[in-house]
């Protein structure tokens, strides 16, 4: 699989991931990549970095782009975070 090119969609996934994880998704971390088109660990990775913006810790090297999602979504409530990653994940050919 080829370097993945992040997209704000991508962050905006990456984010709930840090925040409420996979309980609430329909599918597993394997399965999500896999349909964005990166490998687990730079999901993770990202997810790392999103916990540093949180909760200063984690991975402190954070692409701007995630900078921005961060300040985009941190006042945004679960559903309506929710709502944004299910309409991302379920327009993607399952």
Known sequence: MAQHNWT?????VAFYL???GLDSLLFDLKTICS???MKPGSMRMRVQNFRFL???EGL????QLSKRVFTDYK????PDHYNKVKAQLSGMDW
């Open 8 to 12: 704000y969609d991508n962050d905006i």
């Open 54 to 56: 949180e909760f200063g």
């Open 35 to 37: 349909k964005l088109g």
């Open 18 to 20: 840090c925040r409420y």
């Open 60 to 63: 402190d090297h954070t692409a």
């Open 75 to 78: 006042e945004t409530t679960q």
